[in-house]
Each structure stands twice: as C-alpha cells, then as structure tokens.
C-alpha cells in the first residue's frame, strides 16, 4: 500500500473516495507476520540470567502451531524487563515519544502490561498540552449530544471530517474525562456539584470542561504525577528522538524503536521496544510566529515521514488572527518571545478596532460585519493586508473606550504592553497572526495505527480526521485522549504477540553526536549559528509565502526558496565535515522543520480549492469534489535530501559477531 | 518528590506566569472596583480597595481560588471577571489561549 513514489520529491494527492478506514491492507500487514529474528540468546549479554521465563518462551498466539495460548490471566506473553545492554542501547516494550496529554495517557495505561520508556526532548511538563489553557469538550449535560456534538465538529471542519473518527470521539468523551477525575485531576465544578460547562465558540451547547483558566496544565501535573508514581514507566527526558527504527517485511514496514539523543550527556541511546507511540505534538515553529512552546518543531511528523508513515491534511494550518507583534513594541524584547501573546476575540467584541499601518480601517471591506468576522475571516484580511502592504503587523485599537473598563476586561493585555512601552489606553496594540495548530499529521486509523507495523500515533502529531479542515474549539485535548486510550489495545496485543530480538540492536548503523573534537570548535559554532540562521529564513518563507491567503504562484515560489534554502544548509553542512549520521540538536530540529514545511507546501499545492483553514486566491470556493483528504506517501529514498531520508542504515551484513 | 515536580510546574517560569502570579497585573486588577460577579461571599473581600492591592494578592494565594464562586454562573474556582468563553475563545484577563 505504501508504494514508493518513484520522483524524489514528495507527490501528494488526493485518496480518492472514501476515506479507507483500518481494514484492508493494515490487517493484510498483521498476519503476514513479524519477523524479528528469533535468536535464541546465543549473544551472552551480561544480564542474560536474569531475563524472564517468558522471552525464552515460544511465541504465543496465532504464530505457532505447537503452543497453546497463553491464558489471560498469566503473565503477558513477552513482557520484559526494562533493561540496558548498556547506557546506549535500552529495551522496553513500549517506546513513547513526547510527553504531553497523548504520550501519558498512553503510557499509564499500557504500563499495565509491560514496560514503558516515555521519551521527552525537554522537560517532561513542557509540551503543546500545558499551554492548552482552554478546556476539553465532552457531552457531559443531559440536555447536550453525541450527534450535536458531532455536527459542531464537522461544520467546523467544513465537512471534511472523517464521520466515524468523529462519532467515535464525540461519543467516547465523557468516559475519558471521567477517567482523568479519577485520575486525580481537578476540574471546575458548579454550586450543583456536577461539572462546571462553558460554552466556546462553535459549540451549540454547553460542553467545555475546564480547570479556571489552566485546564492543560492541570491535565498535564495530574497525569506526570501519575506517571512519576508508576513504576513500569521511566521518563527519560531531554531524550531528543532522532529517528524510528525500521526495516521492510515484504511490503511492509516494521518499527522497531527510535533513536534518540541524551541532550545532557551528548550521546546517543537507542531504544528497541515492541511498540512505538508517537505522541510528539506539533509544528508551530515553522513559522515565525506562533503560540507553540519551542520544542514544537515537527519532530513527529518528519520522523514518520522519513520512516515511510503516510502523512495527511498538512496544508490546514490554524492560525489565531491576533498575536502580540513584539516588532510593533516600542520596547523591544531582549530575547524573542518563545511562544506568542494571543490577544482575546473579546477585545474586538469590546469595540476594538483594527487598521493598518497607514490607520485605515480595513475590515469593512473584507465583511460587513467588520471587526465582528469570525475569526477565519479576520485572519485572512490582515494576512491579505499586510502581504499586500508589505508590512509586517497591523494595529488593534481599543483606547477609545473607558480607561478603567479596558483595565479591568485586559489586564494582561495592558500589563504585557506596559512593560514593552505601550499603554493599550492610549495606544493602539500591535497584532499579527500566529500559528497555533496543525489540524494535519501522520494518517491514523481509527486505533490510532499507521501504515507502519508497530507504529501508533495520537494527539496533534496524527491526522485522525476528527478536525478536518479546521479544529473545533477544545477538540484537540479531547482526540489526544480518546486516541490514547483507543491505541493501547492494538498496541497491547501487538507487544503480547511479538518477542523481540535483542541480539538486533546494531541491525542500523548508529547516529554520532556532532562533537567540537570531531569538527573543530569553529566549525562547529559556525554550523550553529548558520543554522539559525536558516531556521528564521525558512519561517519567514513560509509566513511570506505560506501563510493565511495562499496562491498557486506564492507556493510554487516557496517549495523553490525551501528547496534553495535547503540545498545552501545541507551543503554547508556537508562541505564542511558532516556526514549522514551525525547528529547535534539544532541540525536535528532544522532538518524536521524542512521536512514539515515541505509536506504542508506540497499538501497546500494539492488541494485546489478553499476550504477552511486552507485558503487559495486562485481556487477561492469549495469544490464538493474535493472534499477528500490530502495524502503524501513516503519520498524515495535515493534522490531525497538529508532531511527526508533516515539517518540510520541497515547493515548490509544482518548478523551481530557475538 | 512527585511535590517537588508538582510545585515545579505551577512554578512561575517565563510569560506563562504573568498570566497568573505577575504582581503587575495583580496591579491593574484591583485599580479598579472588581465586577459584580467578581465578588466572593467569603469574608475577607469585604473590604477590598483600589489601594489594597497587595492584600488581595495575600488573599488571592491564601484561597487557591478554591472557594471562590462566580454569582451568575454558580461556579466554583472558576476564573474571576467576565466569563472566559463569552467572545467565542477562551480568554483570560485579556490573553487567549485557545479558540
């Protein structure tokens, strides 16, 4: 099914029809069998004493004739111990990427069958989840639905929205929520007891459940604490996942674990386990601005590119119309902000007004309703604005209104602006638009499985279907919930079915830190500083040319800049002493930010129509023939550059010398 | 332990924190008579001023917002003020953080 697209660059188009849903050629890929080569241990690993019954046993289940299944209540078949050969090369059942909402509800739950590492590149609090301050949506009222529930979020999604993903989240809801109060998080209740409801933007009834205004967070302290207490879970942070590991099995690929790098030791660990999940947010840094923590650099969604995963709906890219612009402060910043200030819709309901540089105001030209457009609209006129101004942040006016009245609504607003030079009573606010999600990512079935055997995926870095062309608000904590839970029993009977072989872990070659001793002092910070560099030339491109309103012409002209761009990075790189496997974190980010702006450049070109957060001047209306999702399949592997192909290779000879 | 991380998370920490703990803005809020459906029942309130800005910060850290309810909605440790959702996003003090 994965077929190799046999041009080196990405082709993306359209799966025509239906949208296929887990069956047909993932279960075709479950029983042609795994063949992790079953070595019987002759490698004298200095722990081999002590490994289990268990992983001396046959394999249990549906592989082996002669074995009788292993009964349910004795021990998983093949469950390990976490174990490390050495410092560099781990073993566990289950491999989780990212530490968000995703990653650790997953991981609490699997860790009831079999080991679990959960592999964070920063701090395990620092993820997309904890500055998802809003709230999860669930039907939790009598008087509310599963169906309106679902219709909220295919209107929202302009109808490109998977149905059964949909109703199968909608409906799925409220238990996760539950679960999560039993878990020990804390949400706000009303003077009646039950839960406490509001009612956001796009939502036909009250159906928003909140923690005050920090729900992501107190998501996120009350699974970590979980996750800390459990002790089937090691949590190895500032653990940089470099690449997945996988080879073919026919036509099939199998995932085998991830490299990763030890950021604070500056060394290279390699995870095996059974079952990967990758949990590892989104992408908001590929452009300039964006409400993203910084480890939001696509991470996930270039790794499973490279690993041959099929990715989808890259070109819907949410964006909030009105971010602070530190350009516009008179004081500036010292250091750039690392994630964007979101001015509230409120200010506009409050009577602000927006006008550009030149103080037109320039919404009533764009909607009747002005300031008042919804959102989408808003964003698209000021991207319009300033493209067409060459400008770079447009102004939100709101001083013309009771000083003690804006003090009062904003005060954060006021506090934000006031330590940069800018009283918001008197001034107007400096706004430009800033990335905040992806609605795309790697294509999920509805267990939240990929086309690679072994790999699962939930949260913002899968493409499930629920958002469609555009997220519902307080829907992504919901999905990165429900595709959590609903991927730990594929993965559970998956990792009960597989033995894995340990004598395997030199199968692919190793990645090398990038050392000052290997490249010389200069090099090295030369390389650092050039890649910066490029980083904020690339976000520039694709706000320029990727941003809100897009034409076929701006994204012609961004796939040759990003290829240019690229092509200048990777030379230098190479020219002077890089080579395949080496690996520092900033090449590792800047790589993972190439290979994501490319997908939602080539997915943007695909799709020739409008339709929701995708927006093209050339094909400004929604075409009910198009309404089918955007597919990239795997690059090959010969002609791509070093950020879409893996780093690690296969050993030509399969056998470890023991 | 699991405390330490706990208490390291809700640790101020850059711009996230001035949503919450910023003295500055704890400034502005009280430079003005707080909103009707502001107000908490609980007595230490009953004598809040545009000057006392650092008791009801005292007072503010001391509750944990755990008793607070809001009069209109019947809401408890909910956020103060105008109701977060009313513009369609979800909004704090001025800043939003999801839509």
Known sequence: ?658 | MATNKIVRLIAPSGSVSSRFLEPVSRFFSSGTPPPPQAQSPTPNQDNVKPDQNLQEKEEEEEEGGEEFMNKDTGEIGGPRGPEPTRYGDWEQRGRCSDF
């Open chain 1, 1 to 658: 099914m994965a077929a190799y697209v046999s041009v080196g660059n990405i082709h993306a188009f359209y799966l025509a029809g239906q949208v296929h849903r887990g069956q047909s050629y993932r279960q075709d890929s479950w029983s042609s069998g795994f063949t992790f080569r079953t070595s019987p241990f002759k490698v004298p690993f200095p722990w081999s004493s002590g490994v289990p019954k268990a992983l001396k046993s046959e394999r249990c289940g549906c592989y082996s004739p002669g074995v009788s299944a292993i009964s349910e209540s004795s021990k998983p078949c093949g469950s390990i111990r976490a174990v490390s050969v050495s410092s560099s090369t781990k073993y566990y059942d289950f491999t989780v990427i990212g530490s968000g909402v995703a990653g650790l509800r997953y991981a609490l739950e699997v860790a009831k069958q079999g080991t679990v590492a959960v592999i964070t590149k920063d701090e395990p609090h620092e993820s997309n989840t904890n500055y998802a301050q809003g709230g999860v949506s669930a039907v939790l009222c009598p008087l509310d639905s599963v169906e309106s529930h679902m219709q909220d979020t295919m209107v929202a999604g302009a109808h490109l929205c998977d149905e059964e993903t949909v109703r199968v989240v909608c409906t799925e809801g409220p238990e996760r929520i539950r679960e999560l109060i039993a878990m020990g998080a804390s949400f706000d209740h009303g003077e009646d007891g039950n839960l406490h409801l509001a009612r956001e933007g796009g939502h036909s009834h009250r159906r928003i459940v909140h923690a005050a205004d920090m729900t992501g967070r107190e998501i996120e302290r009350a699974l970590l604490e979980a996750v800390l207490n459990d002790p089937n879970i090691s949590v190895f942070k500032h653990h940089f996942a470099i690449d997945l590991l996988t080879s073919q099995d026919g036509l099939s690929t199998v995932c085998y674990g991830v490299d990763t790098l030890n950021i604070k030791k500056n060394e290279v660990v390699r995870f095996l386990s059974k079952v990967t999940l990758l949990a590892s947010g989104g992408a908001g840094h590929i452009y300039p601005s964006t409400t993203n923590p910084l480890v939001a650099t696509g991470d996930g969604m270039a790794m499973a590119h490279r690993a041959q995963a099929v990715i989808s709906n890259m070109e819907f890219v949410q964006f909030h119309p009105t971010a602070l612009a530190d350009e516009g402060l008179p004081i500036k910043p010292q250091t750039a902000r690392e994630n964007a200030f979101l001015i509230t819709e409120a200010v506009r309901g409050d009577g602000g007004i927006l006008y550009n540089l030149g103080m037109e105001r320039f919404m009533p030209v764009y909607d009747e309703r002005a300031e008042l457009a919804p959102r989408d609209v808003v964003a698209r006129s000021i991207d319009d604005q300033l493209k067409k101004r060459k400008e770079k942040y447009v102004l939100l006016d709101i001083s013309h209104k009771p000083r003690e009245k804006i003090l009062a609504h904003f005060p954060n607003i006021a506090s934000e602006c006031l330590k940069h030079g800018l009283d918001i009573t008197r001034q107007p606010i400096p706004v430009v638009p800033a990335a905040h999600y992806m609605c795309g990512g790697v294509r999920a079935a509805l267990q939240g499985e990929t086309n690679v055997l072994g790999l699962f995926v939930a949260g913002e870095v899968a493409c499930t279907g629920l958002h469609g062309a555009n997220r519902l608000a307080s829907n992504s904590l919901l999905e990165a919930l429900v595709f959590a839970r609903r991927a730990v029993q594929p993965s559970t009977e998956l990792m009960k079915r597989t033995k894995l072989d340990l004598s395997a872990s030199e199968k692919w070659t190793r990645p090398v830190v990038a050392t000052a001793r290997s490249l010389g002092d200069e090099v090295l910070s030369k390389i650092i500083a050039l890649t910066k560099e490029v980083r904020r030339e690339l976000q520039e491109v694709m706000w320029k040319y990727v941003g809100i309103v897009r034409s076929t012409i701006r994204l012609n002209t961004a796939e040759r800049k990003i290829a240019e761009l690229e092509a200048k990075w990777e030379t230098f790189l190479f020219e002077h002493g890089w080579e395949q496997t080496v690996v520092a974190l900033e090449a590792c980010e800047m790589r993972n930010l190439f290979c994501c702006a490319k997908l939602v450049v080539s997915s943007a070109l695909a799709r020739h129509e409008s339709r929701g957060l995708h927006y093209m001047t050339d094909y400004p209306f929604v075409e009910e023939s198009k309404r089918i999702p955007t597919i990239i399949l795997p690059s090959s592997p010969t002609t791509a550059s070093w950020s879409s192909r893996r780093l690690q290779n296969i050993r030509s000879s399969s056998l470890v010398d023991c």
